[in-house]
Structures are given as C-alpha cells and as structure tokens.
C-alpha cells in the first residue's frame, strides 16, 4: 500500500461521505446545493486571480526561450520557425500548438534500428495520447454542462453534444466524454502506481485530483444512466444559482448533491494545487518569448549595476609586463606611479 | 540439486527491493567521484563572495553562517519576487515523468534523483513549506518539508550533478527549465559560500587577468605566437594576430580553453589561419588580452557573477573603438551572449549592426547584440565562395557532429556548422536523430563539472553521448567527433578514451583551417596536428 | 576451454538452447534489478537504444554471453561482449563484486528454470562444468573491471597533463612544472 495515494483517496471519500450524510441525513440542501458552491466560486476566481497577479508580478528578467530548432540566421539554413519562433506570430503558433496538442509531450521521438532484431520500434506515444483524451473529454464535459446555466440553451452547446452523443445505443444517449475521461483518469492513475519511477515522484497532490475527478466523473455518470436525477429541477437549481436568484427545488436526489459538492472542493482546491498549470503555462518564459534575442534588445527591469574589474586596473597590474612583451598600453609608466581607482561601479 | 546450492546473488549484497523510504526520507549520501572539491577561498575572497573558508563537502560540518536558513529562505523570495521563470516553475509541475529519463545522468547514473523533475522537487519540496499555504497547513501531503542540512547537503550534490543543458526543457509541455532552478538554485547556495572549486577559481581568475586560467596578458601574447611557429611549420605560411589594437574593425573573442589545452589549440590556430587568409581580402580584426576568455563560469556561479565577467566584452570593444565583436565555438558563452548579454551590459549602441567585411552580408540576427558566432561568419563565407577549400585534406577523417547543449536550446544554431563542415570534409555522419540537434546529449562535463576529481560522474552523464558515437563508428567508421564548444574539445577526448578511444575530437575551425588552401603555403603533408594527410603517408612529414 | 568443450554433451546444450529465452529473460531482469527499482523499470522497459545505453547494454550482454558460453568460451569474444556492461559499472555505485556479480546469477537463474530437467536427465556432470565456464568468465569480467578502473585514472592523470603540460611546453616552461602542478 502507497500511503501517499491512500490519504488521497480516504480524503476523497470522506468528501464524499461528508455530502451524503449531509444531504441524506442532515438535510443541509442549501448549504451543499448553494452556499458551497457560491463559496467555491468565489475561491476559484480570487485564487486564481490571487495566483496569476502573483506571477505576474515577478518579472521576466532574461528571455530564456528554449530553442528547439534551427534559428533564423542566414539564407543557407532553413530555421525552424515554430519550434525556434523569431517573432510573435511564431510564438503564438508555438503557444497554440502546445496548448491544443500538446507538442513537447509528443516529442518523444524514437529511433529504430532497423539492421539487428534485438530491438523492436515500441510507440511510447501513451502519456501523450492519454493526456490529451483526459484534458478534451474534460473540456467537452464542461462545455456540455453550459446547458444546466443557459436558459435557452446555446447553439453550440447543443450541437457538441451531439457530436458527443454520436454513439446513439438506446435512452438516454450516451456521450463519449464522460468515458473518455474516467478511462483517461484511470490510466493516468494506474500509469503513476504501477511504473516505480512514477509511483517515486508521485505526491499526495497528485493522486487528489485524480480521485476527486474520478468521483466527479463517476457521480455524474451514474446520475445520467442509472440513479438517474430530477433533471428538470436540477435545473431549476443551477439556473437559480448562475441568475443569483438561488432556489432549492424538492426531490433532485443525494447524488447531485454529492456531485455539485465534489465540483466544489475542486473548484476550491484548483487555485493552490499544480491544476493551476492551466494558467501557469501562458506565463512560462521558456515557450513564450521568441527566440532573436540577439535581433532586438530585451529589457531587465532590475538591472542593476555591478562591480567590475575595468581595463585600466588590468592594465595597472600588468603594465610593466605587457609593455615588455609589446602589447599596446593606454599609459605609459611616468616617474611617478599614476594611481588609479581600480575599480568601478 | 536446484535447490540444494546457494544462490549466488544472495552472497553478494545487491538491494533488488525499492528504497522502503520515499525520497524525502532517504538522505543524500555525498560519494566519492561524483562530485567537485569544494571552492577555495581565496577565489572566493577575489570576488567578494559570501563565507569564504577551508571546507570539505564530505565533512558533517559545512561551516555554515549561524543564520544560514534565514539566508536560504530571504533567498528563496527574493528570487521568486525577480524571476517569474522560478516562480512559475515551482508551481505548475504535474509529475508527469515525461522528463524523467531524457536526463544524461539519470540514463547514465540510474539515481533516481537525477531524474529532473525530482531534481526540482528537491527545491519545490522547501518552497511549498515555506511559501505556499497548502504547505504550510498540509506539510507533507503537500509535498512539503522544512529545510534541514541534509535537505542543503542533497541540493548541492545534486545541483552541482546537473549542467544545465535543458534537454529536459525540450520536452516539459509547460516548458520548466531544469536548467533554470538549477542556476538559481545555485545562486542560493552560493549565499553560504558553497560553490565547487572548478568553478569558483576559473570565475576568480577571469575577473582578475580576464580568463579562466589565469594567464597573464604577456603569457597570452606568448601561447599564440607559439601558435604562429606551429602553423607555419604546417603550412609554410606565417600569420600574423594582432592584439589590443585600437581601431581594428571586429574584435575576437574565443573561451581561454583553445589557447591553453589539446586539442582546442588546433581549433585556435584554425582561427589564425582563417583570419590571416581572409586579411588580404580585407578583415581587419584583433585579439584581446583583457577580454581573453569567451566561457563565463559567472553564469554557473549567480546572474550577478555571470554579468560582472561578462561585462568586460562590450567594455573592451568600446575601449578599443570596434565595430562589432565575432565570437569563437563555445557552449555556455553562447547562450550567455544569445540570451543575456544586450540585456545585462547592453544597450550596445557604440557598435555598429555586423557585416561581414569580405562578403558585405549583414548579420542582421545579430543587429542589437552586435555579436557574431564564427561559424555563422564561416557559413556565409563559403556561401559567397570566399574560400577556396580541398575537403580532400580532411580524408583520412569520417566525421560526426556532437551539437553543444547551449547553442543548440539556447540558441537554435544547428545548421550552420553542418553546412560549414560539409564544405570542409567529404565524410560526414549524423548521429541518431534523438540524439542530435535539439535533442542533443550533454558531454557529461558542462557547466563547471569537468573537473577531474568528479570523473566518474562525467563518465555516467557522458554515457548517452558516448553510446550515440559508438552506432556511428560501428556503422560508418567514424574516427573523429566534431564540435563547436571548448569544454566539449576538454571533456570529449576523456569520454572517447574511456569509451571509444579510437575515436577523436575537433573543433569545427580545426577542420576549416585544414581543408583552407592558403595563398603561398608549401605542399601540405600533414595537417595541423603533424598527422600524415591520405597519400601523404610516405612524405617526409618533415 | 577444449576439454570443456567436450564435456559440455549435446543433451545439456539442447536443453539450454530450448529454454535460451527464458533463461535471458530472468537474467537480464536480475542485472537491472541491481539498479533501484525506479531506474530499473526504465532499463527494462525504454526500448531505443539510445535513450536507454544501459538497458541495451544489459540485454545484449546476456544474451550474447549466453551464446559465446554455449559456443564454448573464447577468451577474446567473451572479453569484448562483456566490455560494455562492465565499462558502464566500473564507473557506477557499485563495489567492485556487485559489478561483476552479475555473471554468477545465470548459475542460479539456470538452476531455477531447468535444474528439475537437469537432474532428470541425469547431466549434472555437464552442468558442473558449463558452471566452471561461468567462473571463468566472471574472471574474465575481473580483469575487464580492473581495467576500466585503470583506465579511469589514467584518464585522470592524462587529462590534467593535456591541460596543462603542452601549453607549459609551448612556454618553454616545462622545467619549472613539477614543483607547482597545479599553477593557476
């Protein structure tokens, strides 16, 4: 047993408890159906907020862009003009293809040997494949679920779900999505227990979020196909909570009520966990300053000066020598010893 | 009988279970071979640095200034509140592990804190205790621990078993440098004094006589005539440098390595040469004693450091009235230039944009820096055909190109010394693809690490490397290594020995100067190293 | 090696030829598990070649070592199949038996697989002296070993030579060396 991911899960499911007994046994509907959710809101947004001034504050003393590839120099040479960007078109198509597929993480480029059958090519493209899955079928779920906020509900909203609910077996439709991401939350997971390089690195901190998705995913699942929700009256409780005219309708069932209170820890939890890479990653100085640095002058708001060892006190210690072995000097030695500051700010 | 006779593996102790021990909980075991001498403290007292004093890395007691946490932890903020780079790193890594084996010295080492992102855990684990709320409240379970002396002893083995290559970074999807927190991590430690020797005395003696060996202005002048009596006994020609000419239109600065030690010097010479033969064709260039040394052992040191030697380029190009500055093959002096030298001692704005002299291109890469690599400048000569080259007297050699960690992700030039080699030599190899280019592994020596004392650690991290030549020899009888960097031509001929000895290392004007035909020269039979060129084998290599 | 070769009969070769893939697979998992377990699990399972120069080194170690023992053991073959993995630990954490030690897990690992057959099949006698061709080549490892160490402060003393003789010999300083090496 790992006790870091066993704290993360017993902290899981004493959330989940925690909604239940609440829910079913204490009838604390407002509290878990609105004051929870405004609350975590309300973290959310400062937290975040809180998070990204924070690193905005600090500034960009040097732009330390990691080139990965041919820069723009000379008509010989084709720079790469992406992975080496030297102006801000560059840098946004570097962003964007980081952002939306994940570039560096698909640069685990192999190589075969092709003359001896000791090694065989193996696509090691899994992490990649699977993070992707888990952050689209995520950001899918989360569109889909504009339609419990908008009234009526929006075009597009519908037509993703739709494209999501392409797989029509039976009532209700089924979407991808919801799928796609407990299978991706579980790869990700088994991937950081069973490879004991990953189980080493892996933190409490990060088998939490794992688990709280998981929850979320799996609670949501079940109210859409089998302890299925009042939907109508969840609605009811969710627009009343986007329009500030919050309501608790009667009979929506426990299990929303555990879902929305999980959302909730999430939402809390985001800002001071390593999810604020969703942000983090806009602010990273490696991806997001072009690469010609020697084109145009980068400013250092702190730049300060220092103490050096200038020319004329090199030249003070070595006069005579280098006089002798014909160097040029600036001074040549008088009768009297010409003292000089040696050095200077 | 199976079952009778004892198992082998049970009389050697070997452990095959995991550490029970999380990594927090397994406290560094500082080995010998794997690490530098501590710095001398008089080096350190040149330069003004903090706790200068006799102390020995594999002792209990560090001598530490008594407020020493309060001096890591006023330097931890300090540089969150100056680098939004650290700052964002130490917060937004997932674990993802995609970094974890494209470290040379965890591939090499198979420690398990090599692998970067534990690397960086080491510092994140101190700064979530001591800066973020959920390490405060949750300590562990955040991933957080308070600082102790095992936790500062652990930084410093393993920052000190990091050069800052930035492979890692090539393949972060946030982009987190490894690079980076190793630099600032560093730069706290070296608050308390605790840099490593090979580092510190280098940076001590380029402040002072203005490069890392400490060779003094006369002894510089000396090192290359004996250069001009090597070349001419080579080539029949004698060439002529000048040095601290005021005036002369570029100034040339190249890392004090190639002056000093084989098989750099040839590269040297090969810059000699060059020069002498475009001089005719109008160059008008200089060396300089004072800004003698290229490499920057500040940027191993703190930003601070890195800037204060730095600085004497721009100082001396002003001083001597250039135009613009070329600069020779080296690594780390690269990316210091690229990425930090207009910002630190910058603006530059008593040089001039740089065109080249003999082919009137202009480097318009470099037009605020003002500072041209030599093989930039070397790749637009043969473009323009300015030189008149026979890659035949490079025959006798099948050549592979090592790229240098710091020119290649913190620069992006990758292209031109291959298009420069290809004019130079007939045969030419690449290396695997992962394992060139950007992608490139690290010597194994960089960023202050080729020390001797630590030579099995720059075996381990030079092993990737070393592995990647061997495929090329077996496959192309590749017998000689080229490369643009100087700690490369020291650290290489080391790895090759231990490796693959029959394989040799070159700079890249080392094989220019080779292949150069120059106006005058006597019949080539050898070439600059005094080896036979092919079919020149019975010649009386004089 | 001749004599050996003769002892070692038809019947015990076959035997070892049938379960060669099983025999390497236990063995190349017990020399990578001399590694912690994190890095281990990387040996085994990174297959290019490049981003894993040990794993490689490993697996074609034992499985070409495997094969030079059955051919029958020629000193030089087998001191150059072996050089590779024992290059790599001679500069590892490992004391010098765990470097080599190596070698004397496929006694136990052949002993597991095939033993019960072994005895069936009444070949102990040829075992015994296939056993005695793996004591050789764990000599064989000692002296390669011994080597890489040697050549480890060769490079050493090699290098602060180069570093500094040929500049002092350029000098003309050279006589003046020997009483201040260092000279910085």
Same mark, same amino acid.
């Given at each position: 047993?790992?006790?870091?991911?066993?704290?993360?899960?017993?902290?899981?499911? @004493?959330?989940?408890?925690?909604?239940?007994?609440?829910?079913?046994?204490?009838?604390?509907?407002?509290?878990?159906?609105?004051?929870?959710?405004?609350?975590?809101?309300?973290?959310?947004?400062?937290?975040?907020?809180?998070?990204?001034?924070?690193?905005?504050?600090?500034?960009?003393?040097?732009?330390?862009?990691?080139?990965?590839?041919?820069?723009?120099?000379?008509?010989?040479?084709?720079?790469?003009?992406?992975?080496?960007?030297?102006?801000?078109?560059?840098?946004?198509?570097?962003?964007?293809?980081?952002?939306?597929?994940?570039?560096?993480?698909?640069?685990?480029?192999?190589?075969?040997?092709?003359?001896?059958?000791?090694?065989?090519?193996?696509?090691?493209?899994?992490?990649?494949?699977?993070?992707?899955?888990?952050?689209?079928?995520?950001?899918?779920?989360?569109?889909?679920?504009?339609?419990?906020?908008?009234?009526?509900?929006?075009?597009?909203?519908?037509?993703?779900?739709?494209?999501?609910?392409?797989?029509?077996?039976?009532?209700?439709?089924?979407?991808?999505?919801?799928?796609?991401?407990?299978?991706?939350?579980?790869?990700?997971?088994?991937?950081?227990?069973?490879?004991?390089?990953?189980?080493?690195?892996?933190?409490?901190?990060?088998?939490?979020?794992?688990?709280?998705?998981?929850?979320?995913?799996?609670?949501?699942?079940?109210?859409?196909?089998?302890?299925?929700?009042?939907?109508?009256?969840?609605?009811?409780?969710?627009?009343?909570?986007?329009?500030?005219?919050?309501?608790?309708?009667?009979?929506?069932?426990?299990?929303?009520?555990?879902?929305?209170?999980? @959302?909730?820890?999430?939402?809390?939890?985001?800002?001071?966990?390593?999810?604020?890479?969703?942000?983090?990653?806009?602010?990273?100085?490696?991806?997001?300053?072009?690469?010609?640095?020697?084109?145009?002058?980068?400013?250092?708001?702190?730049?300060?000066?220092?103490?050096?060892?200038?020319?004329?006190?090199?030249?003070?210690?070595?006069?005579?020598?280098?006089?002798?072995?014909?160097?040029?000097?600036?001074?040549?030695?008088?009768?009297?010893?010409?003292?000089?500051?040696?050095?200077?700010? | 009988?199976?079952?009778?006779?004892?198992?082998?593996?049970?009389?050697?102790?070997?452990?095959?279970?995991?550490?029970?021990?999380?990594?927090?909980?397994?406290?560094?075991?500082?080995?010998?071979?794997?690490? &530098?001498?501590?710095?001398?403290?008089?080096?350190?007292?040149?330069?003004?640095?903090?706790?200068?004093?006799?102390?020995?890395?594999?002792?209990?007691?560090?001598?530490?200034?008594?407020?020493?946490?309060?001096?890591?932890?006023?330097?931890?903020?300090?540089?969150?509140?100056?680098? *939004?780079?650290?700052?964002?790193?130490?917060?937004?890594?997932?674990? &993802? =592990?995609?970094?974890?084996?494209?470290?040379?010295?965890?591939?090499?080492?198979?420690?398990?804190?090599?692998?970067?992102?534990?690397?960086?855990?080491?510092?994140?684990?101190?700064?979530?205790?001591?800066?973020?709320?959920? =390490?405060?409240?949750?300590?562990?379970?955040?991933?957080?621990?308070? #600082?102790?002396?095992?936790?500062?002893?652990?930084?410093?083995?393993?920052?000190?078993?990091?050069?800052?290559?930035?492979?890692?970074?090539?393949?972060?999807?946030?982009?987190?440098?490894?690079?980076?927190?190793?630099?600032?991590? *560093?730069?706290?430690?070296?608050?308390?004094?605790?840099?490593?020797?090979?580092?510190?005395?280098?940076?001590?003696?380029?402040?002072?006589? =203005? !490069?890392?060996?400490?060779?003094?202005?006369?002894?510089?002048?000396?090192?290359?005539?004996?250069?001009?009596?090597?070349?001419?006994?080579?080539?029949?020609?004698?060439?002529?440098?000048?040095?601290?000419?005021?005036?002369?239109e570029i100034l040339f600065i190249t890392p004090s390595g190639d002056v000093f030690a084989d098989p750099g010097t040839y590269t040297a010479m090969g810059y000699m040469i060059l020069f002498h033969y475009l001089r005719d064709l109008g160059l008008d260039i200089t060396w300089s004693t004072y800004a003698?040394?290229?490499?920057?052992?500040?940027?191993?040191?703190?930003?601070?450091?890195?800037?204060?030697?730095?600085?004497? #380029?721009?100082?001396?190009?002003?001083?001597?009235?250039?135009?613009?500055?070329?600069?020779?093959?080296?690594?780390?002096?690269?990316?210091?230039?690229?990425?930090?030298?207009?910002?630190?001692?910058?603006?530059?704005?008593?040089?001039?944009?740089?065109?080249?002299?003999?082919?009137?291109?202009?480097?318009? !890469?470099?037009?605020?820096?003002?500072?041209?690599?030599?093989?930039?400048?070397?790749?637009?000569?043969?473009?323009?055909?300015?030189?008149?080259?026979?890659?035949?007297?490079?025959?006798?050699?099948?050549?592979?190109?090592?790229?240098?960690?710091?020119?290649?992700?913190?620069?992006?030039?990758?292209?031109?010394?291959?298009?420069?080699?290809?004019?130079?030599?007939?045969?030419?190899?690449? #290396?695997?693809?992962?394992?060139?280019?950007?992608?490139?592994? &690290?010597?194994?020596? =960089?960023?202050?690490?080729?020390?001797?004392?630590?030579?099995?650690?720059?075996?381990?991290?030079?092993?990737?490397?070393?592995?990647?030549?061997?495929?090329?020899?077996?496959?192309?009888?590749? !017998?000689?290594?080229?490369?643009? &960097?100087?700690?490369?031509?020291?650290?290489?001929?080391?790895?090759?020995?231990?490796?693959?000895?029959?394989?040799?290392?070159?700079?890249?004007?080392?094989?220019?100067?080779?292949?150069?035909?120059?106006?005058?020269?006597?019949?080539?039979?050898?070439?600059?190293?005094?080896?036979?060129?092919?079919?020149?084998?019975?010649?009386?290599?004089? | 090696?001749?004599?050996?070769?003769?002892?070692?009969?038809?019947?015990?070769?076959? $035997? $070892?030829?049938?379960?060669?893939?099983?025999?390497?697979?236990?063995?190349?998992?017990?020399?990578?598990?001399?590694?912690?377990?994190?890095?281990? %699990?990387?040996?085994?399972?990174?297959?290019?070649?490049?981003a894993n120069p040990v794993g490689r080194a490993v697996r074609n170690g034992v499985e070409d070592l495997f094969d030079e023992l059955l051919r029958g053991l020629n000193r030089e073959h087998a001191g150059a199949l072996l050089d590779p993995m024992i290059r790599i630990r001679a500069i590892q954490n490992?004391?010098?038996?765990?470097?080599?030690?190596?070698?004397?897990?496929?006694?136990?690992?052949?002993?597991?697989?095939?033993?019960?057959?072994?005895?069936? %099949?009444?070949?102990?006698?040829?075992?015994?002296?296939?056993?005695?061709?793996?004591?050789?080549?764990?000599?064989?490892?000692?002296?390669?070993?011994?080597?890489?160490?040697?050549?480890?402060?060769?490079?050493?003393?090699?290098?602060?030579?180069?570093?500094?003789?040929?500049?002092?010999?350029?000098?003309?300083?050279?006589?003046?060396?020997?009483?201040?090496?260092?000279?910085?």
């Open positions: 047993m790992n006790a870091n991911y066993m704290y993360s899960l017993i902290a899981v499911i @004493v959330l989940l408890l925690l909604a239940y007994v609440g829910v079913a046994g204490l009838h604390l509907e407002v509290l878990f159906g609105i004051v929870f959710p405004y609350v975590a809101m309300a973290i959310f947004v400062a937290g975040f907020v809180y998070k990204l001034v924070g690193w905005a504050k600090s500034p960009v003393p040097f732009p330390i862009t990691t080139t990965s590839g041919q820069q723009v120099s000379l008509p010989m040479v084709s720079p790469a003009r992406i992975d080496n960007p030297n102006n801000k078109l560059g840098v946004v198509i570097r962003m964007l293809l980081e952002i939306f597929l994940f570039r560096s993480l698909f640069r685990n480029t192999k190589f075969e040997i092709k003359d001896t059958n000791k090694f065989s090519y193996e696509m090691e493209k899994w992490l990649w494949l699977f993070a992707l899955a888990f952050h689209y079928a995520f950001f899918v779920v989360l569109i889909r679920h504009l339609r419990f906020f908008t009234e009526p509900v929006l075009l597009p909203v519908q037509w993703l779900e739709k494209l999501d609910g392409f797989f029509q077996v039976g009532l209700p439709g089924i979407f991808l999505s919801g799928f796609v991401l407990m299978a991706a939350v579980i790869y990700l997971f088994l991937r950081r227990v069973w490879i004991p390089q990953m189980r080493y690195i892996s933190l409490p901190a990060d088998y939490f979020p794992l688990f709280l998705i998981l929850a979320i995913a799996a609670s949501g699942i079940l109210m859409r196909y089998v302890a299925k929700v009042d939907i109508v009256n969840a609605k009811e409780l969710t627009m009343g909570l986007v329009t500030l005219r919050p309501t608790i309708p009667e009979g929506i069932g426990v299990l929303f009520y555990v879902h929305v209170f999980l @959302v909730s820890v999430l939402l809390a939890y985001f800002p001071f966990s390593k999810l604020m890479h969703l942000g983090g990653i806009f602010f990273c100085p490696t991806r997001n300053l072009p690469g010609n640095t020697r084109e145009f002058r980068y400013e250092n708001p702190w730049n300060y000066p220092v103490k050096i060892h200038t020319y004329e006190a090199y030249e003070d210690e070595f006069r005579e020598k280098m006089i002798e072995a014909g160097l040029p000097v600036e001074k040549m030695p008088g009768p009297e010893k010409n003292l000089e500051e040696g050095e200077k700010e | 009988m199976a079952d009778e006779l004892p198992k082998p593996e049970e009389l050697i102790d070997v452990e095959h279970v995991p550490p029970i021990t999380g990594w927090m909980d397994t406290p560094v075991e500082i080995r010998k071979g794997m690490y &530098c001498y501590a710095g001398n403290p008089k080096s350190l007292e040149t330069l003004g640095a903090p706790n200068p004093r006799q102390w020995n890395p594999t002792d209990e007691d560090w001598k530490l200034p008594d407020n020493w946490k309060e001096i890591v932890f006023e330097g931890l903020r300090e540089r969150l509140d100056k680098f *939004r780079s650290f700052k964002v790193f130490m917060d937004i890594c997932v674990r &993802c =592990g995609a970094c974890a084996d494209k470290c040379h010295f965890f591939i090499g080492s198979g420690d398990p804190k090599n692998m970067p992102v534990l690397r960086a855990e080491l510092i994140r684990s101190v700064y979530r205790n001591d800066f973020t709320k959920a =390490g405060k409240i949750l300590g562990r379970l955040a991933g957080a621990r308070p #600082m102790t002396l095992d936790v500062l002893k652990e930084w410093w083995y393993y920052l000190f078993q990091c050069s800052e290559c930035r492979r890692c970074s090539v393949f972060c999807p946030y982009g987190i440098d490894t690079a980076e927190i190793t630099i600032i991590g *560093r730069e706290i430690l070296n608050l308390l004094g605790l840099n490593i020797d090979w580092i510190a005395t280098p940076v001590s003696n380029c402040y002072r006589t =203005g !490069n890392h060996l400490g060779i003094q202005p006369h002894a510089f002048k000396d090192m290359l005539e004996f250069f001009v009596d090597d070349i001419e006994e080579v080539t029949g020609v004698r060439v002529e440098p000048s040095f601290n000419r005021k005036g002369a003698s040394e290229g490499g920057n052992f500040g940027f191993f040191t703190s930003h601070e450091t890195m800037k204060r030697l730095n600085a004497k #380029m721009y100082y001396e190009a002003k001083r001597l009235g250039v135009k613009w500055i070329l600069g020779g093959e080296c690594g780390h002096m690269w990316r210091v230039i690229h990425q930090y030298m207009d910002t630190m001692n910058g603006p530059a704005d008593f040089l001039e944009e740089p065109v080249s002299p003999i082919t009137g291109t202009r480097f318009t !890469n470099a037009k605020s820096t003002k500072m041209v690599h030599i093989a930039e400048f070397t790749a637009d000569l043969i473009y323009h055909k300015k030189l008149n080259l026979d890659p035949s007297r490079n025959d006798h050699l099948k050549v592979t190109f090592h790229d240098s960690c710091n020119p290649s992700r913190g620069m992006g030039m990758l292209d031109e010394p291959r298009y420069v080699l290809q004019n130079v030599c007939n045969n030419f190899y690449e #290396m695997p693809s992962n394992t060139i280019r950007e992608q490139t592994f &690290c010597c194994g020596s =960089g960023s202050g690490l080729n020390a001797g004392e630590d030579m099995e650690l720059r075996m381990m991290g030079g092993m990737p490397r070393a592995n990647a030549v061997h495929f090329v020899k077996e496959k192309y009888d590749v !017998n000689m290594l080229a490369c643009v &960097c100087a700690i490369d031509r020291a650290a290489l001929p080391a790895l090759m020995d231990y490796y693959e000895p029959e394989v040799g290392v070159t700079g890249l004007h080392e094989l220019v100067a080779n292949a150069l035909i120059l106006p005058g020269e006597k019949k080539k039979t050898t070439n600059l190293r005094g080896e036979p060129l092919l079919g020149m084998e019975d010649e009386d290599a004089e | 090696m001749g004599a050996i070769r003769q002892l070692l009969s038809n019947d015990l070769e076959k $035997l $070892l030829i049938e379960s060669r893939a099983a025999i390497l697979q236990e063995w190349f998992t017990l020399v990578v598990e001399t590694y912690p377990s994190e890095t281990a %699990r990387f040996l085994k399972s990174q297959k290019d070649p490049f490992f004391t010098p038996s765990e470097a080599i030690g190596f070698i004397f897990f496929l006694k136990t690992v052949i002993r597991k697989i095939i033993g019960k057959k072994i005895l069936e %099949r009444n070949l102990s006698q040829e075992f015994y002296a296939f056993e005695s061709k793996v004591d050789d080549l764990g000599l064989i490892a000692f002296d390669i070993y011994m080597k890489c160490r040697e050549k480890i402060y060769e490079i050493k003393a090699n290098e602060f030579r180069n570093r500094h003789y040929s500049a002092f010999r350029r000098a003309g300083l050279i006589s003046e060396v020997p009483d201040d090496p260092a000279l910085k």
